[in-house]
């Protein structure tokens, strides 16, 4: 992995972070019943940081010529446990990583896909909404800084 640069990767973690900050300020604004379309652009900036840290693991795959294979079971992976084997640890961090990101971020759009509509409910669905995007408990934040260590 020596040959390979993960800065852009590694800024990538700090972005999503600024935004999730960014989204957890613009929660905490939103007002009771009406809708919300501030978090549009919060969630566009995390689906674009999400998509470069996608297309930096992959261009890392590629260059150590190792293509992705999706199973088709029902594991609790979504990829083969088999070809982690064959990858140096460091693209196994960020493989790793990419998924868990992936993750958190569904849970975003879910969240923005609910304060956005009218009538919003209650304050505490706004309190539990606000809880959940700033949580990220998707995210473990040993890996994200073993690969900030890189």
């Not at 549009?40 to 795959?61: G, P, V």
Request: glycine share 4%; proline share 1%.
């Amino acid at each position: 992995m020596d040959s390979f640069s993960l800065t852009k990767f590694q800024q990538c973690l700090d972005i999503w972070a600024k935004q999730n900050e960014k989204g957890t300020q613009c929660l905490s604004r939103q007002s009771i019943g009406k809708p919300s379309f501030e978090l549009e652009s919060i969630i566009s900036n995390l689906k674009e940081t999400l998509d470069t840290m996608f297309e930096e693991y992959r261009q890392m795959r590629e260059k150590l010529g190792l293509e992705e294979t999706v199973e088709d079971d029902d594991s609790d992976s979504d990829y083969s446990d088999d070809e982690e084997v064959n990858m140096p640890e460091e693209l196994s961090l960020l493989r790793h990583c990419v998924f868990m990101y992936d993750q958190e971020f569904m849970i975003k759009e879910c969240i923005r896909g609910i304060v956005s509509k009218d009538g919003f409910a209650t304050k505490q669905h706004l309190a539990g909404c606000i809880a959940l995007w700033k949580s990220e408990s998707y995210l473990d934040d040993e890996l994200q800084t073993r690969i900030k260590g890189l």
